[in-house]
């Protein structure tokens, strides 16, 4: 039998200068582009590899033209050769952050 348990929610965390949240990168994708949230992380698809942090920067681009940002306002503060990564959206609070990621809740 299936586990049922719910997928928790995304989690966002106020800092001084921002939001941060995590995120599970899924390189090498058909398209760029959010998939939703699991196990409490923003599922980000990119068709970059990961190779020469490509898939850092293609994460980079898809947050800031989803969360109508400039690239510098975000920045991976975490898990940088990973694909569980943290990044902080520099200028947004949580609020305002939550309403600009396309996702059912």
Same mark, same amino acid.
């Given at each position: 039998?299936?586990?049922?348990?719910?997928?928790?929610?995304?989690?966002?965390?106020?800092?001084?200068?921002?939001?941060?949240?995590?995120?599970?990168?899924?390189?090498?994708?058909?398209?760029?582009?959010?998939?939703?949230?699991?196990?409490?992380?923003?599922?980000?698809? @990119?068709?970059?590899?990961?190779?020469?942090?490509?898939?850092?920067?293609?994460?980079?681009? @898809?947050?800031?033209?989803?969360?109508?940002?400039?690239?510098?306002?975000?920045?991976?503060?975490?898990?940088?050769?990973?694909?569980?990564?943290?990044?902080?959206?520099?200028?947004?609070?949580?609020?305002?952050?939550?309403?600009?990621?396309?996702?059912?809740?």
């Amino acid at each position: 039998m299936a586990d049922s348990q719910p997928n928790p929610p995304l989690v966002l965390r106020a800092t001084s200068t921002g939001t941060r949240m995590d995120l599970r990168i899924m390189p090498r994708s058909s398209k760029n582009g959010i998939d939703g949230v699991r196990n409490g992380r923003l599922v980000v698809r @990119v068709t970059a590899p990961p190779v020469d942090s490509a898939a850092n920067g293609a994460v980079i681009a @898809v947050l800031a033209n989803i969360l109508d940002v400039p690239k510098h306002s975000v920045r991976i503060v975490s898990g940088a050769t990973s694909r569980n990564k943290t990044v902080e959206i520099t200028g947004l609070d949580e609020v305002t952050l939550h309403r600009r990621i396309p996702i059912r809740s």
